[in-house]
């Protein structure tokens, strides 16, 4: 992985938690498990992807 994309992974997992979080507080008498899980998925995947980049990057300054 690069390590540009590090800001890049964390921007967009920033916004992806907080249109998450605007969308079950937006519709929350109606959300199923299922969904709001769903709409976690995207900010859960950018957030890893984040750590993978940052924990790459400290491991090969350590090389």
């Known amino acids: 992985m690069n390590n540009k994309f590090f800001?890049?992974?964390l921007l967009g997992a920033v916004a992806a938690l907080i249109l998450a979080i605007y969308q079950l507080v937006l519709t929350s008498p109606?959300?199923?498990i299922g969904v709001g899980f769903l709409y976690l998925?995207?900010?859960i995947i950018l957030f890893y992807m984040a750590y993978?980049?940052?924990h790459e990057k400290n491991?090969?300054?350590l090389m």
């Open 59 to 61: 491991d090969s300054e």
């Open 7 to 9: 800001y890049a992974y």
């Open 41 to 43: 998925v995207p900010a």
């Open 30 to 32: 109606k959300v199923s």
């Open 52 to 54: 993978k980049v940052y």
